[in-house]
């Protein structure tokens, strides 16, 4: 298969992610659409090191995903803190701190 | 050999010693002064001017030695592109030439102070002000220092600017008193503003030198001169042409020399060191310093030469009209500030630089004297009104615009020589050395300036010889005026001699009055060779006999004038009229009223600066520019506003505005590709 | 191979990291009252890595396959993160028992976060920038949120999660098509494949422009800047220090290093985006601070101005003439706003009474007149962010503009030199707050807080006097960037 389709893809997969940050409200979803931009890096990461027959190219997808790992973690704790003061996980509510 | 290099290199490098012996005088005054008293004060400013003149003999001695002296490198502030603003000291025969006369005066002068200011003190009612005159006085010597030693144009600025300040404070040292409570303060702001103008001339020289050529310090822009006088010689006659407005205001030449009468307002020690002996001749110094751009326009040196030649004449005419012994004093300074410019102008360096020396030791004499004078004065009027209750008269005929109890007024004096002997030999002994009479210092300095004359200019040779000969009478006349003849007033009868404070520094001078024109006596030329290890000399100074006699024939011819117009008759009395006013008429009333100088500037520079001042102040500042300011930040406070608003508090705007940025960003990308 | 040298190239970094983990350790038998002990503990492993810093500093070395590179800019840079961790530490201590969040992993976390920023001044491979950028931001998303249950803090801590994590995103998608253009990822290997002009120039500048955005979000430029407002203030203001100086920083750093390596070629078409954000940076950040009652809030939009100025001078990253110049004005820009900022956030501190409270300007009222060291103090800080001649802001000011004006920017440098005045407005307001206004102001000042703002108000006047010796070691870090 061309290149070009697994780019396009990519780019797909990115935009829809950058969206979705931009357009939901709900926490969650939000962080799913991290994931989305994360792996459209990674779909081109692996694309190309097959291309270029280069390992690091797939090395750095196991270091991305370990990283997108401890982020999420963080995340998700951040999300359980706020969900017990403030019982929602909607971030339109967070906007106290403006101006 | 090598062992004595080292000695006097590290002579040398004690030069900063002349600037911050001073400073710690300074420190030390003004940590502990109050629990020391007043001789501990005097003693200690004395012995920190005292340190410097030591260090400044310690210089000289070693210079004997090595004649090209050194750069002593004491700090680099900090160097931004090719402007290195470094504090460099330079020493040289002529910067220690400056440093011995600086600070020897200054000596003398600080010991004097100490009896002189005791009395004054209490005479104004204000005892505490003792410890700021002495630290006042420190601050000038280290910021004189500062100017004489300075290696680029920047330092010599600071020290000019320095000087100028002390000289502010000092002239404005009473400042609650004078003319309705508001006179010394008005005097002190108009020598500040004059010398303003006169810094700002030289502010714009300083630039212009930066900026052809591209260093301020004095070694590298004089090599640099020849060839810049070659390629724009336009430049050069402007940098000088602007040094020289400086110079007009430091050295109180006309056109801005108004500001020196009045500068008598301050303590006497204040004229004799500041406003006669020392920081006046500034500008000389910068003109003998700068010698070899002077030399390079012709043209330049022809316009100092004259500025030099008419203040010479115009301040002795008007000194011969005055009546107070201090403003007497002030204009002959003036007129021999002239003489030396026009001694500069003349290409004859080392005879204005003998001539500042000279002056020095006489004029500060003078005042010292004259302070002297003043001080019996005044003991005379408290002795006075003691002992007679008060029969002198009041401020009531104020008509011939005497104040019989005005202690510096030359009318109520007569008969002083008496009263005050020693006074009147040292002042007698400096007035024939300002008057040129050999074998005092005066007439082998004003000699040597008139030489130059002869052989350079004939029309300023003879304005010069008639300045000279103005000199002779008025001093003549103010000699005859307060020694000779009887008291005219209750102060002057009960006049009496100073204290041994006060009249031993005045020996001292007296005896360099006498002996100064040993310095560069005719035929050993000592000052000449010694300055010429940093002067370019042109023509080497002749004595020439027919020139000596004729001004001493002058200077002697002028003195019996003066003792056939004054000495012969005395004034009778306090309210009589000055015997030459009636022959001189309206001229008298002239020269008595400075040539209405003052007047003149007045109306036609303050007045309508005000004027416009006003009109910027009230419709164009108030009006335009203020509605401008105030418009722009009411418009920045609304956008402040507006944009606060953009912030929203909701992380998905700002997540917008990324995606936004980004957006931006790759659209204009793609339209460069 | 593992080669001694290579592990001598970042042994700081593995100093910082090493000492935090055991210290996460140690901190299970240290009582909660005691909590001292850590931030003891926390202060000497820093100093320790300082240490090896400053010997190992001078060298040049590539380690592991080029991955990392310790050179004068690394050591420069490291330094300046460990001090400012240390003084962090000092301003930490006491503020965070009086906010009753005295947990031990406050100076673990920061450490993390040090040894990220350490590792970014030393990366020479993407992926390295990438793993580096995300060590010290992650930890700092829970130090924002670190004051739990006290919502400002929990939102603060989630817009910064949300919105930093959403800038990696962009860094590691620009690093994706930088590497699909060149099939390299370290600096040596793309520098030698753009030279050769074998790269995909279409991708290659797309990733670099996304590459921008990322570290545009660090250094908070416009418009990448709307989450530090929030951030900052919500943060616990030890944090926000940290975070205003050592992250901005460690920004600054990624975006040299990889600017001036890799991305020079692509000058022509960046610059100009520069131009704008600088321009822009500059004048949103010192005109919103005009209308700031805040006092962190303030501060917080003047971290953006200055961050703008700091941009101005890099506009010319691609002009080889004056690149030596940008960077050694950077590194003394950051070194004079870093003192400049820590003695201002520590007075921040002082002034908190309560999480969030008392820090409105009003709340300034009368520490002039009660606490006249401490007033005369924020009048140098203030002064010098100001840039009033002669202090230290002054001289970072000046050899920026310097910069700017002899690449030629001279249209920024005027918008600079405008919105530079316009900053002395609210700057100066504060000083006439503390100075003119009756008040009895309630300070709560610790030995350690007030020992940083001395020695910082001590610096800056003593550095205002002598620029020229923090701008000479600047210069000597340029010279072995590349």
């Known amino acids: 298969m061309p290149l070009g389709y697994f780019l396009g893809l990519s780019a797909i997969m990115f935009t829809v992610g950058v969206l979705g940050v931009i357009l939901r409200r709900n926490a969650l979803v939000i962080f799913m659409s991290l994931e989305l931009m994360f792996n459209a890096a990674n779909l081109v990461f692996v694309t190309y090191a097959s291309y270029y027959q280069i390992l690091i190219g797939q090395i750095f997808v196991f270091f991305v995903m370990a990283v997108a790992a401890a982020e999420v973690a963080v995340g998700l704790a951040l999300m359980v803190a706020i969900f017990r003061t403030k019982h929602s996980i909607d971030i339109d509510q967070m906007s106290s701190l403006k101006g | ?673 | 191979m593992t080669r001694m040298i290579d592990i001598y190239s970042i042994l700081p970094v593995m100093i910082v990291a090493g000492w935090a983990l055991l210290l996460l350790v140690v901190d299970l038998w240290i009582p909660r009252h005691r909590k001292g002990i850590t931030a003891l503990l926390a202060a000497i492993g820093l100093a320790i890595a300082l240490g090896f810093v400053l010997a190992s500093s001078g060298n040049t070395i590539l380690g592991f396959n080029q991955m990392v590179v310790l050179d004068g800019f690394s050591s420069f840079m490291q330094v300046l993160f460990l001090v400012s961790g240390m003084v962090a530490v000092a301003l930490a201590y006491d503020y965070i028992q009086r906010m009753n969040i005295n947990h031990g992993e406050f100076y673990v976390l920061m450490m993390f976060s040090i040894a990220g920023m350490m590792l970014m001044s030393q990366a020479y491979n993407l992926l390295m920038v990438f793993l580096a950028l995300e060590l010290l931001s992650i930890p700092l998303y829970v130090l924002t949120g670190f004051a739990r249950t006290r919502l400002e803090s929990e939102e603060a801590s989630l817009k910064y999660f949300l919105l930093g994590a959403f800038a990696s995103g962009f860094v590691l998608y620009g690093t994706a098509l930088i590497f699909s253009a060149t099939g390299q990822l370290d600096f040596v290997g793309i520098a030698a494949v753009v030279t050769a002009g074998s790269a995909n120039s279409v991708l290659f500048l797309i990733g670099a422009a996304l590459l921008l955005v990322g570290f545009g979000f660090k250094i908070a430029a416009v418009p990448f800047q709307m989450w530090t407002p929030d951030v900052y203030q919500g943060a616990p203001t030890p944090v926000t220090a940290f975070m205003s100086v050592a992250v901005k920083a460690a920004g600054f750093a990624a975006l040299m290093r990889v600017f001036l390596v890799l991305f020079p070629s692509l000058s022509e078409h960046l610059t100009p985006i520069l131009w704008v954000m600088a321009a822009l940076t500059m004048i949103v950040g010192n005109i919103v601070a005009l209308a700031q009652n805040n006092i962190k809030r303030m501060l917080a939009y003047s971290a953006i101005a200055h961050a703008g100025y700091i941009l101005m001078a890099f506009v010319a990253f691609g002009n080889g003439e004056v690149v030596g110049n940008t960077v050694a004005a950077t590194l003394f820009y950051l070194v004079a706003y870093g003192l400049t900022s820590f003695g201002a956030w520590a007075l921040v501190i002082v002034i908190e009474r309560e999480y969030g409270k008392g820090i409105l300007l009003d709340d300034l009222a009368g520490i002039g007149k009660h606490y006249p060291w401490l007033g005369v103090a924020m009048l140098v800080f203030m002064l010098s962010f100001a840039g009033v001649p002669l202090t230290m802001g002054f001289w970072g000011k000046f050899y920026l503009f310097r910069t700017a004006v002899q690449a030629g920017y001279i249209g920024l440098a005027i918008i600079g030199l405008l919105t530079s005045v316009a900053s002395a407005y609210y700057y100066l307001r504060v000083v006439v707050y503390m100075f003119m206004k009756p008040g009895e102001p309630k300070l709560q000042i610790n030995p350690w807080v007030s020992l940083v703002i001395g020695v910082a108000a001590l610096a800056v006047l003593l550095l205002s006097l002598i620029p020229w010796t923090i701008l000479e070691l600047a210069s000597r870090a340029v010279l072995l960037l590349q």
């Open chain 2, 1 to 673: 050999m090598l062992f004595q290099e080292a000695v006097m290199n590290s002579t040398f490098s004690l030069v900063p010693l002349v600037v911050f012996l001073p400073i710690l005088g300074i420190l030390l005054n003004w940590l502990f002064g109050k629990r020391l008293g007043e001789k501990g004060i005097g003693s200690i400013a004395s012995l920190a001017a005292g340190g410097s003149f030591v260090v400044s003999v310690l210089l000289a001695l070693a210079l004997l030695q090595n004649h090209e002296g050194a750069h002593i490198p004491l700090f680099t502030w900090i160097s931004v592109g090719n402007l290195d603003l470094s504090w460099v000291f330079r020493v040289d025969t002529l910067s220690v030439t400056m440093m011995l006369v600086v600070s020897g005066v200054s000596t003398l002068i600080h010991v004097y102070s100490i009896g002189y200011m005791h009395e004054d003190v209490r005479h104004q009612g204000e005892p505490k002000r003792f410890r700021r005159f002495f630290i006042f006085m420190n601050l000038f010597v280290a910021a004189m220092m500062i100017l004489v030693s300075a290696d680029n144009f920047l330092m010599l600025f600071v020290g000019w600017e320095g000087v100028g300040l002390c000289s502010y404070l000092l002239i404005g040292f009473w400042f609650e008193k004078g003319e309705g409570g508001l006179g010394n303060a008005k005097a002190a702001k108009k020598a500040f503003i004059t010398n303003r103008i006169g810094d700002f001339g030289l502010l714009i020289a300083i630039f212009l030198i930066f900026w052809n050529f591209g260093t301020l310090n004095f070694a590298q822009v004089f090599e640099m001169v020849p060839s810049v006088a070659q390629t724009q010689p336009g430049v050069l006659m402007a940098i000088t042409l602007f040094m020289l407005l400086g110079v007009t205001g430091k050295s109180a030449q006309i056109p801005l020399y108004v500001w020196l009468p009045d500068a008598m307002a301050g303590p006497t020690p204040v004229s004799a060191l500041i406003h006669a002996a020392t920081m006046v001749t500034a500008g000389v110094y910068l003109m003998v310093r700068t010698q070899v751009m002077y030399m390079a326009v012709p043209g330049a040196q022809q316009v100092v030469a004259w500025v030099g030649a008419i203040t010479a004449l115009f301040a002795g005419l008007i000194a011969l009209g005055q009546f107070d012994i201090k403003k007497v004093l002030a204009y002959s300074t003036i007129s021999q500030l002239g003489f030396m410019v026009a001694a500069v102008g003349l290409g004859a360096e080392v005879a204005a630089i003998f001539h500042l020396t000279t002056h020095a030791f006489f004029k500060a004499l003078l005042f010292l004297s004259a302070g002297s004078v003043i001080l019996g004065m005044e003991h005379g009027l408290e002795a006075g009104s003691h002992g007679h209750g008060s029969n002198h008269t009041d401020g009531s005929n104020h008509t011939d615009g005497i104040h019989h109890d005005d202690p510096q007024d030359m009318r109520n004096m007569g008969g002083i020589r008496k009263k005050m002997p020693i006074t009147f030999i040292v002042y007698l002994i400096g007035a024939l050395a300002l008057a040129g009479i050999a074998p005092f210092a005066g007439f082998f300095s004003k000699d040597e300036i008139l030489v130059a004359a002869n052989q350079g200019n004939m029309l300023i040779f003879v304005v010069l010889v008639v300045a000279a000969f103005l000199t002779a009478f008025y001093m003549g006349r103010q000699v005859l005026m307060v020694f000779f003849g009887d008291a005219r007033s209750d102060a002057a009868k009960h006049a009496k001699e100073s204290s041994l404070l006060v009249t031993v520094p005045l020996m001292i001078l007296a005896l360099l009055s006498v002996l100064g024109g040993g310095l560069n006596f005719p035929g050993v030329h000592t000052l000449e060779y010694w300055l010429e290890h940093t002067l370019e000399i042109p023509h080497a100074t002749e004595f020439i006999v027919p020139i000596a006699l004729g001004s001493l024939a002058v200077a002697l011819v002028a003195i019996f004038l003066a003792y056939l117009v004054y000495g012969r008759k005395p004034l009778a009395s306090a309210k009589a009229a000055d015997p030459l006013a009636k022959p001189l008429g309206v001229f008298f009333r002239w020269m008595n009223q400075k040539f209405l100088v003052d007047e003149l500037y007045q109306a036609v520079v303050l007045g309508p600066y005000k004027k416009l001042a006003d009109f910027f102040a009230y419709p164009v500042d108030q009006g335009v520019i203020d509605g401008l300011v105030n418009g722009m930040g009411s418009l920045t406070v609304s956008l402040a506003g507006a944009l606060r608003k953009l912030q929203t508090g909701f992380a998905r705007t700002y997540a917008l505005s990324i995606f936004v940025g980004i957006i931006a960003i790759l659209v204009y990308l793609l339209t460069r590709i």
